[in-house]
């Protein structure tokens, strides 16, 4: 039984961006700070990435592990309020999610997914640290390809 009333449980959920979150700010300076230069929630490709790196064809998603039902993670469990919907909801949000990410990669994109779990104190200097070396490789990796030209 959940301990909101309905106006409040609605109240709490319409405050839950799409955009801007924490954890998508976090990664965002600190790929500037690496020298980095990215597009924001790109309409235009499949997902609407929420961090899109153009000159090496990179999508990054950002993704809160309930909304998108991260397996194994300590942050995800379903309710145990209207646990049906929430079911039915959050597996369409992962199949949609597979569509999208093959998309992508089928337009010859990378996809890079960073969950909210994996920006948590203590794994976020390791994730942040993974990121950015898979970014160096992509950009040695064109700049070998442009000099072979």
């Known amino acids: 039984m959940d301990i909101f009333t309905p106006e409040k449980r609605s109240e709490i959920m319409s405050k839950i961006r799409a955009k801007n979150t924490k954890p998508e700010i976090l990664v965002r300076k600190f790929l500037y700070s690496k020298g980095f230069r990215y597009r924001l929630n790109v309409a235009n490709l499949p997902g609407r990435p929420d961090i899109v790196i153009n000159k090496y064809q990179i999508a990054i998603f950002i993704h809160g592990c309930f909304w998108h039902g991260h397996k194994n993670c300590k942050l995800?469990?379903?309710?145990?309020?209207?646990?049906?919907?929430?079911?039915?909801?959050?597996?369409?949000?992962?199949?949609?999610?597979?569509k999208n990410y093959n998309k992508l990669e089928h337009k010859n994109w990378n996809v890079i997914v960073i969950w909210g779990c994996e920006l948590k104190p203590l794994k976020i200097d390791d994730t942040l640290k993974k990121t950015y070396d898979y970014l160096l490789d992509k950009q040695n990796l064109m700049q070998t390809n442009s000099s072979l030209k």
């Open 76 to 98: 995800f469990k379903y309710p145990k309020t209207n646990s049906e919907f929430w079911k039915a909801k959050i597996k369409s949000n992962r199949i949609r999610d597979l």
